[in-house]
Protein backbone atom coordinates (compact mmCIF):
# COMPACT_ATOMS: atom_id res chain seq x y z
CA UNK A 1 0.00 0.00 0.00
CA UNK A 2 1.38 3.48 -0.62
CA UNK A 3 1.80 6.57 1.33
CA UNK A 4 -0.65 7.32 4.79
CA UNK A 5 -1.79 10.93 5.54
CA UNK A 6 -3.37 11.46 8.97
CA UNK A 7 -6.98 13.03 8.70
CA UNK A 8 -8.52 13.99 11.46
CA UNK A 9 -12.06 13.38 11.90
CA UNK A 10 -15.03 14.66 13.72
CA UNK A 11 -17.97 11.67 13.86
CA UNK A 12 -20.06 11.00 16.55
CA UNK A 13 -20.11 8.40 19.53
CA UNK A 14 -22.85 6.29 18.37
CA UNK A 15 -20.95 5.83 15.07
CA UNK A 16 -17.68 5.46 16.41
CA UNK A 17 -19.04 2.66 19.04
CA UNK A 18 -20.41 0.74 16.23
CA UNK A 19 -17.64 0.86 13.86
CA UNK A 20 -15.23 -0.51 16.78
CA UNK A 21 -17.72 -3.23 17.76
CA UNK A 22 -17.86 -3.78 13.39
CA UNK A 23 -13.67 -4.06 13.51
CA UNK A 24 -13.73 -6.30 16.74
CA UNK A 25 -15.83 -8.81 14.70
CA UNK A 26 -13.49 -9.09 12.11
CA UNK A 27 -10.51 -8.68 13.87
CA UNK A 28 -9.32 -5.15 12.66
CA UNK A 29 -7.96 -2.32 14.21
CA UNK A 30 -11.07 0.76 14.38
CA UNK A 31 -8.56 2.86 12.17
CA UNK A 32 -8.34 -0.38 9.51
CA UNK A 33 -12.13 -0.80 9.68
CA UNK A 34 -12.69 2.93 8.72
CA UNK A 35 -10.15 2.37 5.55
CA UNK A 36 -11.87 -0.77 4.74
CA UNK A 37 -15.40 0.59 4.72
CA UNK A 38 -14.28 4.10 3.00
CA UNK A 39 -12.18 1.75 0.22
CA UNK A 40 -15.16 -0.57 -0.31
CA UNK A 41 -17.67 2.05 -0.51
CA UNK A 42 -15.09 4.12 -3.55
CA UNK A 43 -14.83 1.05 -5.24
CA UNK A 44 -18.63 0.25 -5.03
CA UNK A 45 -19.11 3.68 -6.69
CA UNK A 46 -16.40 3.32 -9.05
CA UNK A 47 -14.09 6.01 -7.75
CA UNK A 48 -10.69 4.29 -7.05
CA UNK A 49 -8.10 4.97 -9.23
CA UNK A 50 -7.85 1.86 -11.73
CA UNK A 51 -4.46 -0.49 -10.39
CA UNK A 52 -1.52 0.13 -13.15
CA UNK A 53 -0.94 -3.01 -15.44
CA UNK A 54 0.78 -6.51 -13.91
CA UNK A 55 3.85 -5.48 -16.05
CA UNK A 56 4.41 -1.83 -14.36
CA UNK A 57 3.82 -3.46 -11.00
CA UNK A 58 6.88 -5.56 -11.33
CA UNK A 59 5.42 -8.58 -12.64
CA UNK A 60 6.88 -10.83 -14.46
CA UNK A 61 6.42 -10.48 -18.66
CA UNK A 62 3.84 -13.45 -19.90
CA UNK A 63 5.61 -16.30 -21.54
CA UNK A 64 3.84 -16.46 -24.70
CA UNK A 65 5.09 -20.37 -25.30
CA UNK A 66 2.84 -20.94 -22.13
CA UNK A 67 -1.22 -21.51 -22.89
CA UNK A 68 -3.01 -19.07 -21.01
CA UNK A 69 -5.34 -19.55 -18.38
Do not use: C, F, H
Amino acid sequence: MGEKKAYPLRISVAVIDAVQRWADDELRSMNAQIEYVLRDALRRAGRLPKPPPADERGAPPEDPTQPGD
